[in-house]
Every structure is written in C-alpha cells, then in structure tokens.
C-alpha cells in the first residue's frame, strides 16, 4: 500500500466533524408545564403532563422545538393526538395514559454523573401498579427505561403485552435499519422504507439474536433525526413498527414502535397477588448525524456503564485457541507443540476449548467436567503448568447451561433442567440446565471452583448450543406464568456475576454457537464474545462489520483461522494474502485458531509482525468510536471496498482498517471522520512514516488508500504530532 502527500486534494468546502458526544452531564428537570426534560449529550427526552396524562413531547437533538410545534423538513403535519409513551394491555384493558392515573414521581441521582425520573402509575380499573424508571447515563446521549409490574390485588393479573420501549413517532417518511443473520451469518445490515400496515420481528428460539438482534435504528426524514435503541434480554423478544391507514394519506400518521420481552408461548405474563416483575430494560438515543453517530452514543454506553472490566484483558489479550487445528481431537504433545509456537509468535492466553472431558461423545455428556484420562494421562495440569512456563495465560471451554443426553449429571438430576409437560425439554443431544433453581446454580459454581482451583485458569469460554424455544413449565393456560426463561437468564445473569466476583482475574467470554446470544444483556454480565463461528476470511469482513455497528468493538471477539476452518493456511499464497486473513479479524479483539505447528518460517514471521501490529491497534480500538467508511460487504460475494475507522475519546489516535475485496478499484479515497481539524496527524501506514497531514485535510479531502492486488489489506495508523 502507498501513500503520498500529492494524492491528497485540499478543498475548501467546510465540513462537519464527528467526535465525541458533547460534554453535557446528564440532567433531569422540570419544565413550566408539570412535565420533565430529561438530558444526556446533547440528546432530549421530554415528557408533558396534560390533565394527569403523560406524554411524549419531543425526543432527539437538544433545543429544537417540541414535535406539535415543528412541521419539519417537508412541511409534515403536526402529530395526530398525544403521543403517549407506554402502551400495552392487561386482562383486557388498555395500559395507556388514558387506563392510568399517575400517583407519583421522584428524581433519582443514583450516582455523580448518571440522573434519572420514576414515575408511578395505578391502573383505573385493575389492581395494578406500574412503575417507570428513566436514567440519563453521563454524557453519552444514551436513555434507559426499565418497567415494574406489581399486582397489588387478591387475584392473578394476566399481562397480556407490555413493551419496554413504546413509542408513537411523528407523521413523516421513515426507513429502519436492523441487523438479521442466523448461525455463521450474524449481524448483516439492512434499511428498508417503512410503508402502510406492520413489520415485526419476533424471536422464539430461546435466544436473542438468532436470526435478528433486539435493535434498530429508525431514521425520520421529516425531523432529520435518527432514533436507536437496543434491548438489555438475552431470551425471546418482539419488535413491532405499525403505521395504519385511517382515511388521511399515510404520510400524515402516526408511527407506532415497540420492542420488549416475549413472555413463554408468547404471553401472557401471569403475576400472583402481590407479585412484582421488572421488565427487561431498553437503551435508546437519538441523533441529528448519522447510523454511525447514533451507533457511536449507544457505544459509548455500552462502554462506560454496562461492560465489566478486569485488568486481565487490559490490554486485550491475544488469545490462542484449540478449536479450529484440532476439534474435540485432543492430544497433549500436540497441544504442547502449539503452546510453544503460539508463545513465539506472541500470543498472550492458550484457550482449550471443547473436547477436554468425557471418553466417548463430549456433546453427548456435556455436565460431566472431568478430563479425558486418555488424551489427558497426567491430567490437564500438565497441559496447564506447561502453558504457563510458556509465560501465556491458560483457559478453557465449558458450556455450563446444558447437560447432554448421556452424562451422569442429567441421570442423576433431571429435576435441574427446563420443564414442559412434566418432561425435562430437549433439543438435539441436550437438555437446558434451569438456573432460576438454586442447587442448579450451586453445582455450575462449584464446577468453576474446580476449574479455578485445579488448572489456576483465568480464561473462561462458556458456550451455548440450544434453541431452547419458548414452550416451559405445566401445559394448563391458568398455570402458566410466561416468565420461566426469563427467571433462568435473570438468574443466570447473576451466576455470573457472582463468578467475577469470586474470582476478578477471570476473563469471561461470552459465546453461543458464534454470535447468537450477543445482546445488551449478557455483555452487563461477560467481558468479550465470540462473534461468529464462521471464520473464513471473505465472509469474516461482513461479520466484522456488522458487529461493531451493534457493540462497541472491544467486545467483538475473532480468529485468524486459514484458508480453511481446519486451522489449514495455504504456503504457497503470497504473503500479501497472509496479512489479508490476520488483519480480517483485528476489529475487535483477536486471536488465532490455527494449525500454527505446520507454519513456514516466513509464514511465521508474517504472524509474530501482525500480532506485534495488532497489540499496538488493540490501544486505539479499546474505548474508540468505530466508523464505517464504506457500506457493509456481501457475507457471500463481498466487492469493493471495506473499511473502519477508530478514533480515540481525545481524538490523538485514529486506526483505518482498510480491505480492498474482488473488483475493488486500486485506489480508494476515505474521507475520515472523528478527527480533530485543527491538528497535524503523522499518517504511518503498514508501520511506516508516509506523511504528515491536517485533520482537515483528512476529513475534507481524504485519505487515498493504494492496495496493489484484491484481497489485501491496509493498516494506516495516526497520531497527532505534538
């Protein structure tokens, strides 16, 4: 790749900046008519009180007018009604303004830089009481609002539907944006424009993000605005966007939006005399820039306030893992081989992931978390012991929810695991451990004990391989109560944290067949996930991609595997094609799964010069800002161009990512985002000094990219000259 100064094209045209949010601490206030505005960077969540009913006045960039106020860009017409802010229905009755009374409210400042506003309503008619909290997080642009039932009756209240985010958008022209992809084809970006009728989304696998993620990303033409929101549940999920025709032009309704929990078989959600239940909580922002800008705030969140931190990944660690070269055929000299060469190439934790325990079929007699005595005749605290001398870190695979058909802990309790019709429920070769029990949580805890104890590991892979559906408990309507996975994951979610507690220098990583349990709840809970099972290098672009639109990219976890997901690498391709498949996965946090004892000697010094490469991005790209440059790559023919952009808090540092794919032209100029204009960068590319340049420059003119060949990569690292 190269780069010279005489490339650059200085325009004078005056550009607007990214960067970070404005430095506006979160605030709540009163405003003159017995409302609230809530803020948070720049972005306001206003809330009017007409006759004891609450609505939404306005949601978006601070200081515009409210929306009956404001026609917007092309003339809309003002909303229709009040734009009511909860919906839902309960014993069927309305959950509207108009079916609750509010009783109370309270300012909350739950901490120096996090403010937030509950409001409390009783229900006209039903013994109900709802409780809606709202937080500001510091100054990230960043909303969340979580919902408490309480059935304050004698008798059950059956919750028909009540969404944690329900909102009644402007009349105007609108496209959404959301992420759709099953197994090994996770997150891949598609808009649409929202047209008369409804579009929903609704998953019943049992977990969040096979087949779509619980996120959107809503653009109003009209207001010129962006609205995004994600939900924090790793269980089953709706999302719903419904514009009705009612006799004006379709232009001139209302937008109904709403995404929430999905209770088992679909609803209804049973509350008992006096029970409470918290609903699953929802982030949302909203932005006058674009998809990135909004991206960028629930990142920022996401960063500050929900990812637990333990110095053992700071800085990321370069992982090697045993999956790809080897499967569940494990053997310790061979092990002991890639120790050596995942040491040399200056790897930082070997993970053994699945087929460590049982004899026969470790799927099969998943729960039974001994060894191998065969593969492993002096256990795995040779294996471990030896890793260490290696100066890497150990860890290893588990997948601590399922029991499989044949292991001995499934014999010996079945009573532990997910129920229906008085039959433990099974999918495939597993049943689904019930973590809601509490001997359930205590035999998964003293397993991590062991594994601490035994083999001193400070890496914990947890998997999770079951559709475990929707369908639990007794079959009789009156019995069900439509939280039972709910209870599981709520309960799982605080297994964890209890593992991290216990033990603070444990990495824990987040997986689910790849990417399909990776959600804003269980990242509260784990410190990296697993992205994709897909590995290969051309459908890894797209995978990439899609991840850091979602999460902020220190989480997105991946692998340079090799040509194929054997853990093969073809010696013959140029080493131009080698820096394209290690630089592939350098979105996020990386790794290699290969069959690295079969490597060359200049394939190996291709390897020791990425991974020295990337253990100097892994500085910029943990707590930056992500742009995309370029729209996503095909997963199955990416062309073109791909490219991402990280840009450091201070706005010093920036990493462009750069991937020239099939018919992708020699050259390409990206103009780059984040930059501050009135600082000199020193542009390196490859690690090599190619010029310095002007954050003005960079961002007006652009950066001209060269990659001599299709499938290369570039790297292209700035500085602010002091």
């Given at each position: 790749?190269?780069?010279?100064?005489?490339?650059?094209?200085?325009?004078?045209?005056?550009?607007?900046?990214?960067?970070?949010?404005?430095?506006?601490?979160?605030?709540?206030?009163?405003?003159?008519?017995?409302?609230?505005?809530?803020?948070?960077?720049?972005?306001?969540?206003?809330?009017?009180?007409?006759?004891?009913?609450?609505?939404?006045?306005?949601?978006?960039?601070?200081?515009?007018?409210?929306?009956?106020?404001?026609?917007?860009?092309?003339?809309?017409?003002?909303?229709?009604?009040?734009?009511?802010?909860?919906?839902?229905?309960?014993?069927?009755?309305?959950?509207?303004?108009?079916?609750?009374?509010?009783?109370?409210?309270?300012?909350?400042?739950?901490?120096?830089?996090v403010d937030g506003l509950q409001l409390t309503y009783r229900h006209r008619r039903l013994a109900l009481e709802i409780a809606v909290q709202y937080l500001a997080w510091g100054d990230t642009g960043v909303f969340t609002r979580q919902i408490t039932i309480l059935n304050k009756g004698a008798k059950p209240l059956a919750i028909e539907s009540l969404p944690s985010l329900a909102l009644e958008l402007p009349a105007g022209e609108y496209d959404l944006s959301y992420l759709w992809g099953g197994w090994g084809r996770e997150r891949q970006l598609a808009k649409e424009d929202l047209a008369a009728g409804e579009r929903s989304f609704v998953d019943t696998r049992g977990r969040s993000t096979y087949g779509y993620s619980p996120w959107l990303c809503l653009h109003s033409k009209n207001l010129e605005t962006r609205f995004l929101a994600q939900l924090a549940y790793s269980g089953n999920w709706e999302m719903n966007f419904a514009r009705l025709p009612e006799g004006r032009p379709l232009q001139e309704e209302n937008l109904r939006v709403s995404l929430g929990m999905r209770p088992d078989f679909g609803g209804p959600l049973r509350l008992s005399p006096g029970e409470s239940f918290a609903l699953p909580s929802v982030a949302f922002t909203a932005t006058g820039g674009d998809l990135d800008d909004?991206?960028?705030?629930?990142?920022?969140?996401?960063?500050?306030?929900?990812?637990?931190?333990?110095?053992?990944?700071?800085?990321?660690?370069?992982?090697?893992?045993?999956?790809?070269?080897?499967?569940?055929?494990?053997?310790?000299?061979?092990?002991?081989?890639?120790?050596?060469?995942?040491?040399?190439?200056?790897?930082?934790?070997?993970?053994?992931?699945?087929?460590?325990?049982?004899?026969?079929?470790?799927?099969?007699?998943?729960?039974?978390?001994?060894?191998?005595?065969?593969?492993?005749?002096?256990?795995?605290?040779?294996?471990?012991?030896?890793?260490?001398?290696?100066?890497?870190?150990?860890?290893?695979?588990?997948?601590?929810?399922?029991?499989?058909?044949?292991?001995?802990?499934?014999?010996?309790?079945?009573?532990?695991?997910?129920?229906?019709?008085?039959?433990?429920?099974?999918?495939g070769n597993r049943y689904h451990l019930n973590f809601a029990l509490p001997?359930?949580?205590?035999?998964?805890?003293?397993?991590?004990?062991?594994?601490?104890?035994?083999?001193?590991?400070?890496?914990?892979?947890?998997?999770?391989?079951?559709?475990?559906?929707?369908?639990?408990?007794?079959?009789?309507?009156?019995?069900?109560?439509?939280?039972?996975?709910?209870?599981?994951?709520?309960?799982?979610?605080?297994?964890?944290?209890?593992?991290?507690?216990?033990?603070?220098?444990?990495?824990?990583?987040?997986?689910?067949?790849?990417?399909?349990?990776?959600?804003?709840?269980?990242?509260?809970?784990?410190?990296?996930?697993?992205?994709?099972?897909?590995?290969?290098?051309?459908?890894?672009?797209?995978?990439?991609?899609?991840?850091?639109?979602?999460?902020?990219?220190?989480?997105?976890?991946?692998?340079?595997?090799?040509?194929?997901?054997?853990?093969e690498v073809s010696l013959p391709n140029p080493p131009g094609w080698w820096d394209f498949m290690f630089r592939v996965p350098m979105n996020g946090q990386f790794g290699i799964s290969s069959r690295i004892f079969k490597w060359n000697d200049e394939l190996m010094r291709t390897a020791a010069a990425n991974v020295t490469l990337y253990k100097r991005l892994r500085q910029v790209i943990k707590g930056a800002d992500a742009y995309h440059l370029t729209a996503q790559p095909s997963h199955d023919d990416p062309r073109g161009w791909s490219a991402v952009q990280y840009v450091s808090p201070d706005r010093k540092n920036s990493v462009l990512l750069a991937y020239r794919l099939e018919n992708g032209a020699a050259t390409r100029v990206f103009k780059l985002?984040?930059?501050?204009?009135?600082?000199?960068?020193?542009?390196?590319?490859?690690?090599?000094?190619a010029a310095d340049v002007s954050g003005e420059n960079l961002s007006l003119a652009g950066l001209p990219v060269h990659l001599d060949s299709e499938w290369r990569a570039a790297v292209i690292e700035l500085h602010e000259r002091e």
């Open positions: 790749m190269t780069i010279c100064k005489s490339m650059l094209i200085f325009l004078l045209a005056g550009t607007a900046f990214g960067g970070g949010a404005a430095d506006l601490r979160a605030t709540i206030r009163s405003d003159a008519h017995n409302g609230w505005i809530l803020e948070t960077g720049g972005v306001e969540y206003r809330l009017a009180q007409v006759d004891g009913k609450i609505s939404l006045a306005y949601f978006g960039p601070a200081g515009r007018p409210d929306w009956n106020a404001s026609l917007g860009k092309h003339d809309s017409p003002a909303p229709h009604g009040e734009q009511y802010e909860i919906a839902g229905m309960a014993e069927g009755q309305g959950l509207t303004p108009d079916d609750l009374e509010l009783v109370s409210h309270q300012e909350l400042h739950p901490s120096a830089d909004g991206a960028n705030q629930l990142h920022r969140y996401q960063r500050r306030y929900v990812v637990p931190r333990t110095q053992t990944n700071d800085p990321l660690l370069v992982q090697f893992n045993s999956w790809y070269p080897f499967g569940d055929k494990l053997q310790v000299d061979e092990l002991k081989r890639c120790a050596d060469a995942a040491a040399r190439l200056g790897a930082e934790v070997f993970v053994m992931d699945a087929g460590w325990f049982s004899g026969k079929n470790w799927e099969h007699e998943l729960g039974d978390w001994t060894e191998n005595p065969e593969e492993f005749p002096h256990g795995i605290q040779e294996l471990a012991q030896y890793v260490r001398s290696k100066g890497l870190k150990f860890g290893i695979w588990v997948e601590i929810e399922s029991l499989g058909i044949d292991s001995a802990t499934f014999k010996a309790h079945p009573d532990w695991c997910l129920a229906y019709n008085g039959m433990p429920v099974m999918e001997a359930a949580r205590q035999w998964a805890r003293s397993v991590v004990d062991r594994l601490v104890k035994d083999y001193g590991i400070e890496w914990l892979k947890i998997d999770y391989n079951i559709d475990i559906g929707e369908r639990f408990g007794p079959p009789q309507l009156a019995e069900r109560q439509g939280h039972v996975l709910h209870d599981h994951l709520m309960n799982y979610y605080r297994w964890l944290d209890g593992v991290r507690a216990a033990y603070p220098q444990l990495v824990i990583e987040n997986c689910s067949s790849g990417g399909t349990r990776f959600d804003l709840g269980i990242i509260a809970h784990t410190h990296t996930t697993w992205l994709s099972d897909v590995v290969n290098p051309l459908p890894s672009v797209q995978l990439g991609y899609g991840c850091t639109v979602e999460f902020t990219p220190e989480i997105c976890n991946h692998w340079m595997v090799g040509d194929q997901d054997n853990g985002r984040g930059l501050d204009p009135s600082r000199t960068y020193r542009v390196d590319v490859d690690g090599e000094a």
